[in-house]
């Protein structure tokens, strides 16, 4: 088992963590329900997504959309990683960032830092954590967007897309996120975005690829993910993130991540 050092700082938007293992490791096949940017500070990781093996060295980050399905690791004998992860991205909050990356056209995207930046970032994280208060956590979103623009400075501008999320669609992404223990589905959905059930479900797969009762499990499974790594039972996490049983719950979710609960969050600890 890997020997892993773990620190974080979260405030409602974002959280900040810093990764560290002594020894190699590999996370099973996962997704989060936030975007996801992980630079190398020490070590090379390699991730998989969309079909694409993805090298990361020392000074190397990627950024992956929400839902992107992936696996992380290193092979290094010592590997240490920023990650932040970013419930909500709209491009309101960051016009910078629509401008840098098509947010809608692209699941993940690479780059490089110069490594003084990169060092000069981790350092600020670590001391941040290292004087947790609140003060210092209301400092996490500042952070966490000064961070992503250095990153982001060096790319080329993009085309802002075409095609903006539709209002009705937010209202559902947002009734997903607040009420994902509980036992609602299309019908619900539907009239949350005022359509149809068949039209909000055409609407939906065209946007996001998926069904929009696939697309809701993938963020219950998220939060399942997190609150498996907490030790939490799989009876409670099934019945917390409105499974309907944990036996459903244990079959949805070796779909998906392609291990079971148990055997997930084992490899993790």
Not at 205 to 213: E, H, I, K, L, T
């Amino acid at each position: 088992m890997s020997l892993c050092s773990f620190s974080a700082l979260s405030d409602p938007l974002i959280d900040l963590q810093m990764i560290s293992h002594d020894t190699p490791y590999r996370t099973p096949f996962n997704w989060h329900t936030s975007w996801q940017l992980t630079a190398a500070l020490e070590g090379t990781y390699r991730l998989h997504a969309e079909e694409r093996e993805i090298l990361l060295n020392p000074g190397d980050w990627v950024l992956l959309s929400p839902m992107v399905r992936h696996d992380f690791g290193s092979s290094s004998r010592k590997s240490v990683a920023l990650q932040v992860f970013f419930r909500r991205f709209p491009p309101e909050l960051l016009p910078e960032f629509a401008i840098r990356f098509n947010y809608k056209q692209k699941l993940c995207r690479t780059g490089r830092v110069e490594g003084e930046k990169l060092c000069a970032f981790a350092a600020e994280l670590k001391k941040l954590i290292e004087e947790d208060s609140f003060c210092k956590r209301s400092q996490a979103t500042v952070f966490g967007l000064n961070f992503i623009v250095a990153l982001l400075a060096d790319l080329p501008r993009e085309p802002l897309p075409s095609t903006p999320l539709r209002t009705e669609l937010k209202r559902v992404l947002e009734l997903m996120e607040e009420h994902f223990s509980e036992p609602i589905g299309i019908a619900d959905f539907a009239e949350a975005a005022g359509l149809s059930e068949s039209r909000f479900a055409q609407l939906f797969r065209r946007q996001f690829g998926v069904s929009p009762m696939a697309f809701f499990n993938r963020i219950r499974l998220g939060f399942a993910e997190k609150m498996l790594l907490e030790q939490r039972t799989i009876e409670e996490t099934a019945a917390a993130c409105g499974f309907a049983s944990a036996q459903y719950f244990c079959r949805f979710f070796r779909k998906s991540p392609g291990v079971t609960p148990g055997t997930y969050r084992n490899e993790l600890m």
